[in-house]
């Protein structure tokens, strides 16, 4: 259906160029019959303003045809179109139905509740994790050296640090953890390893 429509485009390509062929023509049977005329040559100006008179219906004929066989062409061209759509339409709705089959909504639902699942555990471990860590760097760092640097930077930067440092507390952020929220924490990493 292709080449048809191939062959379509180039005949209509094919007469819109005769058209204008004749149209040439007509333009110079009329040169030539003002000439004739000039000349005092009335039978072969009359025999040039017949040929110019056919000239321009042929050149009128050839757009018509062209016209037609572009209509052709353009519906042919939509028939191809439709086609290639309803192909592609085809095999959209077959892998719709593949796809509507391999779905099972309670597996899914399942899916989705041990995702839930998970998704908590793994947040319970994360925190239990953040804790420990926490914990972990607050012993291995004496809290006089974490003052002692921040008054280093605050002199450095022209601040005045003192009225905001506590004094004499010497406790790190692990000692100042509430016990409570510990204690849940555990029990819940010990929940998840049974």
């Known amino acids: 259906m292709e080449n048809l429509l191939f062959n379509l485009k180039f005949a209509v390509k094919d007469l819109e160029r005769s058209s204008k062929k004749c149209e040439k023509e007509e333009k ?25 008179i056919r000239q321009k219906n042929q050149a009128l004929n050839f757009l018509r045809m062209a016209a037609r066989v572009d209509a ?45 699942s998970q ?22 760092v004496p809290q006089s050296d974490v003052d002692s640097l921040m008054m280093q930077v605050a002199d450095e930067a022209g601040l005045d640090l003192k009225a905001s440092l ?3 507390e010497t406790s790190s952020i692990a000692e100042t953890a509430s016990i409570p929220d510990q204690d849940e924490l555990t029990e819940r990493l010990a929940r998840l390893r049974q």
């Open 28 to 52: 110079a049977e009329k040169a030539k019959c003002k000439k004739a005329i000039q000349k005092g040559n009335m039978d072969g100006a009359k025999i040039h303003a017949e040929n110019a």
């Open 119 to 140: 998704f908590e555990d793994l947040d319970v471990q994360s925190s239990y994790m953040e804790g420990t860590m926490s914990q972990t760097t607050t012993v291995s």
């Open 166 to 168: 506590p004094v004499g």
């Open 72 to 116: 052709v062409t353009s519906r042919v061209q939509t028939a191809v179109a439709t086609r290639k759509i309803t192909q592609s339409m085809a095999g959209v709705v077959k892998s719709m139905d593949s796809a509507m089959k391999s779905m099972n909504l309670e597996k899914i639902s399942g899916l989705n509740d041990k995702f839930e």
